[in-house]
């Protein structure tokens, strides 16, 4: 099983700041890294899928990067509406796993 | 548009089982898997299954082996999940999400609302 971990588990940022978010995997997964945003009490929404890919409505202040094993999610200019927690995703092969979770505050 | 329909909140007594259903509309049902996935209160998402709603075709997490059932009916474009043997531990939301495929793997590109299931005695 591919493990994914999340560094740092919590962040307290202000607004307009830049935020990066990393994504580790135990080993080479290659591009099949997704994002997911999920805010209290509401079901997780795609951000960035195949590591690097945006997903249309999501807001452009959002970009991903990364392959192999090291990952980033990138937010520039926090918006209050940011405050949630960041989850990723590896579908390179099963069992699907996800990281711990990044908790954002602003 | 895409939308997962769950059903609603369940409570039940340990050792009992639950099923939880996910209607899809807005799309081919037929076209894309359905995967399962739970999260505990407080807690970080864990991926329990798939199935393929054209060939019925399944795949478990080793941890649910021989305690989950993932079913459909394409008639109503409707997938089932069904979790036996429950303990308090199985207490979660449990979420039904859409696959969508590409050369680099599956991603979950619509998610249902999620459905809290209680385990208590």
């Known amino acids: 099983e591919i493990v994914l971990t999340q560094s740092p588990d919590f962040q307290s940022v202000t607004p307009k700041e830049k935020v990066t978010i990393t994504c580790r995997a135990s080993q080479s997964i290659g591009s099949s890294l997704h994002w997911y945003q999920q805010k209290p009490e509401q079901s997780p929404k795609l951000l960035i899928k195949y590591a690097s890919q945006s997903i249309s409505g999501v807001p452009s202040r959002f970009s991903g990067g990364g392959s192999g094993t090291d990952f980033t999610l990138t937010i520039n200019g926090l918006e209050a509406a940011d405050a949630a927690t960041y989850y990723c995703h590896q579908s390179s092969s099963l069992p699907h796993t996800f990281g711990q979770g990044t908790k954002l505050q602003i | 548009q895409v939308q997962l329909v769950q059903s609603g909140a369940e409570v039940k007594k340990p050792g009992a089982s639950v099923k939880v259903s996910c209607k899809a509309s807005g799309y081919t049902f037929t076209s894309y898997d359905v995967n399962w996935v739970r999260q505990a209160t407080g807690q970080g998402l864990e991926w329990m299954g798939w199935?393929?709603?054209?060939?019925?075709?399944?795949g478990y997490a080793r941890k649910f082996q021989g305690r989950v059932t993932m079913t459909r009916n394409t008639s109503i474009s409707t997938a089932y999940m069904e979790l036996s043997s429950l303990t308090s531990d199985d207490t979660a939301v449990y979420y039904c999400?859409?696959?969508?495929?590409?050369?680099?793997?599956?991603?979950?590109?619509?998610w249902g609302q999620g459905t809290l299931v209680t385990v208590s005695s």
């Open positions: 199935m393929n709603p054209n060939s019925g075709n399944t």
């Open positions: 999400a859409r696959g969508w495929k590409s050369s680099s793997g599956l991603v979950f590109d619509n």
